[in-house]
Nanobody
Framework: VQLMESGGGLAQPGGSMRLSCLVS????????MGWFRQDVGKERKYREK??????????AVVENVKGRFTISVDNAKNTLYLQMNDLKPEDTSMYYC??????????????????WGKGILVTISS
């Protein structure tokens, strides 16, 4: 399984940005896909959840991006998206997409994602 993020870069506060994650080689019939962030200079263990979606269409976003970020998937294009609106300087981070078999973190037994993209930098600054 390979994941490749795109769409990051520099945006101004209050602006919008859409991240994409092209997923190839996925054969899971049930899955969880998600977006995570890891601040520059921090170790991987500090990678934080941002938003997730499972193969049944359930979604979740963390509290501090509710109403601003939306996660979606286009199965025909094998692509995961994160639409980010009303961006804030504190949204600045490396963003990673991940995928795992079966359920997301709101399901019992979640133990992390199976595969990760390489990450993409999002910088929010005026």
């Amino acid at each position: 399984v390979q994941l490749m993020e795109s769409g990051g870069g520099l945006a101004q506060p209050g602006g919008s940005m859409r991240l994409s994650c092209l997923v190839s080689g996925l054969t899971y019939s049930t899955w969880c896909m998600g977006w995570f962030r890891q601040d520059v200079g921090k170790e991987r263990k500090y990678r934080e959840k941002v938003a997730g979606i499972d193969s049944t269409g359930n979604t979740a976003v963390v509290e501090n991006v509710k109403g601003r970020f939306t996660i979606s998937v286009d199965n025909a294009k094998n692509t995961l998206y994160l639409q980010m609106n009303d961006l804030k300087p504190e949204d600045t981070s490396m963003y990673y997409c991940g995928v795992k078999r079966r359920g997301c973190w709101w399901e019992p037994g979640y133990a992390g994602m199976d595969y990760w993209g390489k990450g993409i930098l999002v910088t929010i600054s005026s």
